[in-house]
């Protein structure tokens, strides 16, 4: 069955080449959705949940820690959602940090079209 | 000395991996050291704090980095490129050089923190870091037709 993706990215460039990097993976989605920061990723995931995000850490107005946080306790319909951040941080307390939030998985840019299949995959059945 | 060849080699290696594995482009130590970046270039700017501080900088002249938005977004020709694309296309670029930059000197350098990247456009632009910073550059062409300048400045976290 194929599934729905949003990218949450403030760079409109980084967006366009997640997408790219998504499609190079063979992955295959039926719905795609952008959103710039945090608090726009929200507001749509409300009116329409995902199956996968894939989310930025660092940005403006909301980051993706505190999406993270929001999306896991207020937005009802994301409860199945898996949310995979992409990001150059690369610490590992970090990341530690952020999957106990409730992320679901972790991808550090520069990053190449096997490590997304690596970390989609498992959550396309 | 020592370390500031370290320092350069791991600006071009991270460079050199995000050309490499996101932008599709080679990327090579410049053949001409003494060639200066000409007219209009953008500048990306990305700050970074920890036990170690300072500033990574990618100057591009105009067509190199209108190529380089160029092979980022997948497009045939720049010609409907905007400037608003092109900054944004660099901004990226030192940012994942900064991410990667940070990857190989985390075992020396924990935890460092990264600002957001910001792009200006200008002639002879450069930057500077007051009091004790040091400065290693690498020019680079860029498929061997572009020339683009890394710059680190980089002192002791205070």
Redesign the interface.
């Given at each position: 069955m194929a599934k729905s993706l949003m990218i949450v990215d403030d760079s409109a460039t980084m967006r366009k080449i997640v997408m790219r990097t998504v499609r190079m993976s063979g992955l295959d989605f039926d719905r795609t959705e952008e959103a710039s920061n945090g608090a726009e990723a929200i507001e749509k995931l409300k009116q329409s949940p995902v199956d996968i995000v894939l989310c930025d850490v660092n940005m403006p107005e909301m980051n993706g820690i505190d999406m993270v946080k929001k999306v896991r306790a207020e937005v009802a319909g994301c409860a199945n959602t898996k949310i995979i951040m992409v990001s150059t941080e690369s610490s590992q307390d970090l990341i530690d940090s952020i999957l106990r939030e409730g992320a679901n998985g972790y991808i550090t840019k520069p990053f190449t079209p096997e490590r997304f299949q690596e970390k989609l995959a498992p959550f396309m059945n | 000395m020592i370390q500031q060849v370290c320092f350069a080699d791991t600006l071009l290696h991270a460079a050199q991996?995000?050309f490499e594995?996101?932008i599709f482009m080679d990327l090579q130590p410049c053949s001409e050291p003494d060639r200066r970046l000409d007219g209009e270039v953008l500048m990306a700017t990305i700050t970074f704090t920890s036990s170690l501080e300072g500033c990574l900088a990618i100057c591009a002249e105009k067509a190199c980095a209108e190529a380089i938005?160029v092979n980022?977004?997948?497009l045939e020709t720049g010609d409907n490129l905007s400037h608003g694309?092109v900054c944004?296309?660099i901004?990226?670029v030192a940012?994942?050089v900064?991410?990667?930059v940070?990857?190989r000197l985390?075992d020396t350098y924990?935890?460092?923190q990264?600002s957001?990247p910001s792009v200006v456009k200008g002639r002879e632009l450069s930057n500077s870091l007051k009091d004790q910073a040091q400065r290693v550059s690498v020019k680079v062409n860029v498929e061997d037709a572009h020339l683009m300048e890394l710059s680190l400045l980089y002192r002791e976290g205070r």
């Open positions: - | 991996e995000v594995t996101m938005a980022m977004l997948g694309e944004d296309a901004g990226e940012n994942m900064m991410g990667s940070k990857s985390t924990q935890d460092i990264v957001i």
